[in-house]
């Protein structure tokens, strides 16, 4: 799968990069489950009422880019080679035929 940059400006004037895998060229796209985990409507109800019966206090938080932060899906048997941007394969001193795998989740990555 190939790669490549995506430039975003942010509302200050900055700007932020990231690279991005083209997921959509994988051989084995859809073969595997790819939506997050998600508690029913009932398992929240009795999360809520556990919670109130014990005089708790509960927070809520997200985790901005979480699943970046988790290794690849087990169900995926044989490696991910992505070919690099010309320039991190120039950083990298890598050539042209040359590609990297991935070791943990990305952007653009089904």
Known sequence: MQMRWVL???SDGRAKARLVVRGYQAEE???FRTE???ASRRAKHLFWLRTANLKMRCYKGDVSAAFL???LAPEI???ILCEPPAEMARLMGLSSQQCV???KSVYGLV
């Open 77 to 79: 048997a044989e490696p």
């Open 8 to 10: 975003t400006w942010k």
């Open 36 to 38: 997050s985990p998600t």
């Open 69 to 71: 932060q988790g290794d």
């Open 29 to 31: 796209l859809g073969q």
């Open 101 to 103: 795998r991935l070791v």
